[in-house]
């Protein structure tokens, strides 16, 4: 594998990040503004510390990962496309509409693939949901239900809308696969005046689908569930449990025909799928779409139809 990959970020996700690329074998370089963490990650991984400026005009690099703060996520990977290189950016893709269409053509002007960090979709528990709903063994997809839901960590620049729901609302437009026609949202701020931190929206498509997103970062307990109703069964994908128990199928009928009428399950089912980190399959995704042997799943395109959506409600 070559060494041709440059994070720039190492801090809560990005040293995630930084790990899986040195994993596989792929990590030139890091950049950090902290100079303390920069030389600690460098000396870790036995990889140039070098600076944004020097890393972008380093003509060895073929790709750039940014874990930076949302608002600098457009004129970064900007930056990075001008010079002739891939960018792998973390969500949201920017935070203005405009920004993410500038993205979009910016990659396109300069032949370079644009990525947006929308885990989810690399994770194999969602690949199989996207199989079991395309084929209809739920039935006909009447209803999703998401929540992302935590206590503890707060952030200050993004408000938990921008922090948590850019994972739900992708997934929920890729199973819809149509544009939204009603986007909605109550939220609630509660630590900090004007900064959300308890949030629902409820997105309805032409189809008559509907969803509904919970997320909360001051909640009592840890979820993070994907409930889908079908018309003959629910799909349940918990993602706090281990992970042999993380996805189930519940099949259902109705019974009763008088006033009172009952739904009754059908023989549960948990379904097993073979374990693999998401994270590092995004990862060797983002090494093949250098390589030129894939296309991003989460492309510009992707990440500006979740933009739409957090814009709408903002």
């Known amino acids: 594998m070559k060494?041709?990959?440059?994070?720039?970020?190492?801090?809560h996700w990005g040293k995630n990040l930084v790990r899986n690329f040195s994993e596989l074998g792929a990590l030139s370089s890091i950049c950090d503004p902290d100079h303390l963490v920069?030389?600690?990650?460098?000396?870790?991984?036995?990889?140039?510390?070098?600076?944004?400026?020097?890393?972008?005009n380093d003509q060895n690099i073929k790709g750039v990962v940014l874990a930076v703060p949302?608002?600098?996520?457009?004129?970064?990977a900007i930056d990075?496309?001008?010079?002739?290189?891939?960018?792998?950016?973390?969500?949201?893709?920017?935070?203005?509409?405009?920004?993410?269409?500038?993205?979009?053509?910016i990659a396109k002007k300069n032949n370079v693939q644009l990525m947006v960090g929308h885990l989810l979709h690399y994770h194999p528990i969602f690949k199989h949901i996207?199989?079991?709903?395309?084929?209809?063994?739920?039935?006909?997809?009447e209803h999703i239900q998401s929540s992302r839901l935590s206590f503890g960590k707060f952030r200050s620049e993004e408000n938990v809308i921008w922090s948590f729901s850019p994972h739900d609302i992708s997934m929920i437009l890729s199973l819809a696969n149509e544009k939204p026609k009603i986007v909605k949202c109550n939220s609630k701020s509660v630590i900090k005046k004007d900064h959300a931190d308890i949030a629902n929206i409820y997105i309805e498509f032409p189809s008559g689908l509907k969803s509904n997103i919970?997320?909360?970062?001051?909640?009592s307990y840890k979820e993070a569930k994907l409930v889908l109703t079908g018309s003959s069964a629910l799909l349940v994908f918990d993602d706090t449990k281990p992970w042999d128990e993380k996805l189930k199928i519940l099949p259902y009928k109705l019974e009763g025909l008088n006033q009172i009428s009952n739904l009754k399950k059908l023989n549960e089912k948990i379904i097993k799928i073979s374990e693999e980190e998401p994270l590092k399959n995004e990862c060797k995704h983002f090494l093949r779409v250098i390589q030129g042997v894939s296309k991003p799943i989460t492309n510009?395109?992707?990440?500006?139809?979740?933009?739409?959506?957090?814009?709408?409600?903002?």
Not at 87 to 97: G, I, M, R
Not at 130 to 141: D, P, T
């Open 3 to 11: 060494k041709n990959i440059a994070v720039v970020g190492c801090g």
């Open 70 to 76: 949302a608002r600098l996520h457009a004129s970064m």
């Open 300 to 314: 510009g395109e992707e990440g500006l139809k979740v933009l739409k959506v957090l814009s709408s409600i903002s």
């Open 38 to 56: 920069a030389s600690r990650f460098s000396e870790k991984y036995q990889v140039k510390n070098n600076s944004f400026t020097e890393i972008i």
């Open 130 to 141: 996207k199989e079991i709903v395309n084929k209809g063994q739920i039935g006909k997809l």
């Open 214 to 219: 919970s997320v909360s970062w001051i909640n």
């Open 80 to 105: 990075v496309m001008k010079k002739g290189k891939h960018v792998f950016v973390e969500k949201p893709l920017a935070l203005t509409e405009e920004d993410g269409k500038l993205m979009i053509e």
